[in-house]
């Protein structure tokens, strides 16, 4: 990446040039994208070359932990504590939780082990909304075919369908637990009309939230609904490290690190749910990233080496819009509600270079184009980004900040900047995982007795999301999942269960030449100073 | 020593703190769990959002330099919001569980001329409320912990729910109450039964009436444009 211009140098340029002009450089968007989108950065790519995905191109930080060894070896669990469960959730996050409340409700006996606590995870950090085709301008079909298209054609048109259908049920289904929703200024929230948003990508207006904050909203009330909920049972602080096979293959529950104890905890289980989330925390390609702390793939690894199968995992999500700076607060989400409302991108010499509204991707290779090519803004610490023009925003429509984007300002309040006065830093930053587990509608993947839901699940979103499409997967898949897993816990199991399907992982790992000794699933980030290996000695001493 | 450490730069001054008792050193444009990380400190427990300020993960307890007097109070607050300050001393308050479940089935409140009623049924402290205000110093959020309890308490659900708007479940204020309140969960059933009861909107159920009428399906088929009509 060039040096970029620096920040004094560009805010002359800005404030000379204010309010900039549109781009007036012809664009081919899908030339763009191929050559500056990180999707499409073939040296960050490797190819796998063990597992039921060997021959697909994957980032090569997820690469070496889906080629990876088990922490988790035979004479480790055999004298570990065991506990019996009809549905073991693997996940606290928004689909573990609605997962754990149906299976629950279907009769099952439910525990869910939280790597961190219950409710930890990226659906409380989810600003913009949920979808679901509510307007009478709108339909399922709609909702349908902009979900196809925003994905580019690659999603499972069986499972896009089953999301849209859904729609409307889940949003009832969140106000029965007790959600709120905004609802059109000057209607009643008894026989009104929801508030509703159009989206990059959408063909009507279908964004239903609870102002910036719907994921905040809707976690805390998963949570409590959870907590309260008989016949589920929360587990913090138990990260999952393996699973458990029984004699057929099937998966029969999982081996969890007991973090506070620091020894391992078995889980045998009639069925379990993955819903581990996302992988933003590997930081492919160093970018940043604006997920929660715990997201670095775990899921994937786990269902990898059952042999499940896996797919668009080269496909990722870069949020346009990221705080560039400072380093401390480098990653967070800036909402595509401020380009909604008319914020405007501009680069080192104070032009606009892209049509703020744009598909999120080709808005990400755009930015990332004039950084590149030298034209971004550079600070003295060494972070490189764009303007988001919040300033001439404010100008053309007072008090939009303060009234309109709310948490815009209190994240530029901790970045140290007026938004009123001061363009803010901003760049792309890592923000879902548009591949994943590959599941059928009702949740089930590829190995029998393993579900998974949420953003660790594949073939949903093809691959790119459109925007509320994420908080409506969680709902629409989790309580799928949560259902059929409580049916598929009452089946007879065929014992004996344990970690079998790891000498075969292990001759797959060696006859493709792979070292054995890297381990996974991560559980923390790189900089999370924490050594798994350590850890489980120390227990056993 | 001089109070800000050496020259200021574009990363503020480098500053130096005591964190669960470890000496640190960190820039004041750091928050306190930056800091934490960056000394190489192992983080597996009390982080979430990382900066957001959403997640109520981060609880600390802080004393600032100076504060040592009787009735200078320690203050609670986020880590992922807090910036370092020379001479600070930060601890990490671990999660905060109620005493009691106090269990109630939202479905079961369905009657509206009876489920504020239960509101101090479930939640028998909470017209106990001594005004001490010590929910409302313990929330770092400055939500008006006290006055939520006393509306809820009283039934007046509709006023009191939007006070907990900006809560993030930290549970600082369930440690800080001296009656056993639990505010935090009572603000949720407070919520909870404000959207459960009186959120009916008509578009919804109109869309609902035609999915259950078979009018409103899905052509998974369907030849779709490549750009939107």
Request: hydrophobic share 45%; net charge negative.
């Amino acid at each position: 990446m060039s040096a970029g211009v620096p920040r004094e140098v560009a805010l002359d340029a800005w404030r000379a040039r204010r309010p900039a002009s549109p781009t007036t450089a012809p664009l081919d968007r899908d030339a763009l994208v191929r050559r500056f989108h990180p999707d499409h950065d073939a040296n960050a790519m490797v190819t796998l070359r063990v597992g039921s995905a060997a021959g697909a191109r994957c980032p090569a930080e997820l690469a070496a932990l889906l080629q990876a060894g088990s922490p988790v070896r035979d004479v480790d669990i055999a004298g570990a504590p065991h506990r019996e469960t009809d549905v073991l959730v693997i996940g606290g996050g928004g689909a573990g939780c609605v997962a754990a409340l149906e299976a629950a409700r279907a009769g099952a006996r439910v525990l869910v082990a939280s790597k961190l606590r219950l409710g930890d995870g990226n659906t409380v950090m989810a600003e913009g909304g949920i979808q679901a085709a509510v307007g009478e301008d709108d339909s399922l079909q709609r909702h349908f075919e902009d979900t196809v298209r925003a994905g580019r054609f690659a999603a499972d048109r069986v499972l896009a369908a089953a999301l849209v259908s859904d729609g409307p049920a889940a949003i009832r289904w969140l106000i029965g637990e007790g959600m709120s929703f905004d609802v059109e200024p000057g209607t009643h929230r008894m026989g009104g009309r929801l508030r509703r948003a159009r989206v990059g990508g959408a063909s009507a207006a279908r964004l239903l939230s609870l102002r910036d904050q719907t994921g905040l909203e809707m976690m805390r009330v998963l949570r409590e609904a959870v907590r309260l909920q008989p016949g589920v049972e929360a587990l913090d602080g138990h990260p999952a490290l393996e699973l458990l096979t029984d004699a057929r293959g099937a998966c029969a529950g999982a081996v969890l690190f007991d973090r506070e104890r620091r020894r391992l905890a078995l889980v045998h289980a009639g069925a379990t749910i993955v819903a581990t989330g996302g992988a933003g925390r590997l930081h492919l390609r160093g970018f940043p990233t604006s997920n929660h702390y715990g997201a670095t793939a775990d899921g994937l690894a786990l269902a990898y080496r059952l042999g499940a199968a896996l797919r668009e995992l080269d496909s990722f999500q870069y949020h346009p819009t990221g705080l560039a700076a400072p380093a401390g607060l480098a990653g967070l989400l800036v909402s595509e509600a401020a380009r909604a409302a008319g914020a405007r991108l501009v680069n080192g010499c104070g032009e606009r270079f892209v049509d703020e509204l744009a598909p999120r991707d080709v808005v990400a290779a755009a930015i990332l184009r004039e950084l590149e090519e030298g034209r971004g803004v550079a600070t003295r610490d060494g972070a490189l980004g764009v303007f988001l023009d919040t300033p001439s925003l404010e100008a053309e429509t007072p008090g939009v900040l303060r009234d309109r984007l709310v948490t815009l300002c209190h994240l530029a309040d901790r970045a140290g900047v007026d938004p009123a006065r001061e363009p803010l830093l901003v760049r792309p930053t890592l923000h879902y995982q548009n591949g994943g587990v590959a599941i059928d509608p009702t949740g089930r993947t590829s190995v029998s007795r393993l579900f998974a839901c949420g953003e660790v699940a594949g073939g949903i979103h093809g691959r790119n999301r459109l925007m509320g499409n994420a908080l409506l997967e969680l709902v629409a898949f989790g309580r799928r999942a949560g259902v059929a897993a409580a049916h598929e816990a009452r089946a007879p199991r065929s014992g004996p269960i344990g970690v079998a399907h790891l000498s075969d992982w292990q001759r797959a790992m060696i006859a493709a030449g792979l070292p054995l000794d890297a381990c996974s699933p991560q559980l923390f980030p790189s900089y999370g100073n924490f050594d798994l290996a350590a850890a489980l000695t120390e227990g056993v001493a | 020593m001089s109070r800000e450490g050496d020259e200021p730069d574009a990363r503020g001054a480098r500053v130096r703190l005591r964190f669960e008792g470890q000496e640190l050193e960190a820039r004041t444009d750091a928050s306190l769990v930056q800091a934490w990380l960056d000394a190489g400190l192992p983080l597996v427990e009390n982080v979430g959002c990382m900066g957001q300020g959403v997640c109520g993960a981060c609880r600390v307890l802080v004393r600032r330099e100076g504060e040592h007097a009787p009735g200078e109070s320690v203050q609670t607050a986020l880590a992922c919001e807090t910036r370092c300050e020379h001479g600070m001393e930060v601890t990490f308050v671990d999660p905060i569980s109620a005493r009691r479940p106090r269990p109630y089935d939202l479905r079961a409140l369905g009657d509206s001329w009876t489920a504020f009623d239960r509101i101090p049924e479930i939640f028998p402290e909470a017209p106990h409320c001594r005004h001490c205000g010590g929910c409302d110093r313990a929330c770092p959020k400055g939500i008006e912990v006290e006055r939520m309890v006393g509306l809820a308490s009283v039934g007046r659900a509709f006023d009191a729910a939007p006070l907990f708007d900006e809560c993030v479940m930290c549970n600082l204020c369930i440690a800080a109450c001296p009656e056993h309140i639990d505010p935090a969960h009572l603000g949720q059933l407070v919520r909870r039964l404000v959207a459960s009861l009186a959120l009916r909107p008509a578009d919804l159920m109109a869309r609902l009436r035609e999915i259950e009428a078979g009018t409103q399906t899905v052509d998974v088929e369907a030849e779709i444009p490549e750009e939107a009509p």
